[in-house]
C-alpha cells in the first residue's frame, strides 16, 4: 500500500513539474529569438514587473504575439509569432521574464 501511494505520488509530481515553464529554456529561447531586436536579457526583462508580464504572456503570449505583429518594427519577427513554435515556447519564456522581472530581485546572466 505504501508502494502505491509513493508511485501515485511520485507520477503527480512529474506531471505537474512537466506542465511548468523551464527559466533556463526561456532563457535560452529569449537569447535565440529576441536578443537582435531587444539586447540582453537582463534589461528586457527588468523592464517590467512581475505582474505585468503574466498579464502579456497570459493565454500563450498572445498578447505578446499582438504588440508584435501589429508594429512594423517588428516585422522580422512576425513569422516567428504566427508559428505554433511561439506557442510552445511561450510557457518557457514567460517563466523567465517573470523570474527575471523588474521586482523579483533576480539577475539573469546571458548578457
Known amino acids: ?3 502505491l501511494i509513493g508511485l501515485i505520488t511520485l507520477l503527480l509530481m512529474s506531471t505537474f513539474t512537466s506542465l511548468n515553464g523551464a ?7 529569449y537569447m535565440d529569438t529576441c536578443k537582435d531586436c531587444h539586447g540582453g536579457g537582463q534589461a528586457m526583462a527588468a523592464s517590467k514587473n512581475m505582474r505585468t508580464w503574466g498579464k502579456i504572456m497570459d493565454k ?7 504588440i508584435h505583429l501589429n508594429s512594423k518594427k517588428a516585422q522580422a519577427s512576425w513569422e516567428y509569432f504566427t508559428d505554433k513554435k511561439f506557442t510552445k515556447d511561450s510557457r518557457h519564456l514567460e517563466d523567465f521574464l517573470i523570474e527575471y522581472a523588474k521586482d523579483s530581485g533576480n539577475v539573469p546572466a546571458c548578457n
Open 23 to 29: 527559466t533556463y529554456k526561456g532563457q535560452k529561447i
Open 60 to 66: 500563450k503570449g498572445e498578447q505578446l504575439a499582438d
Open 1 to 3: 500500500m505504501i508502494k
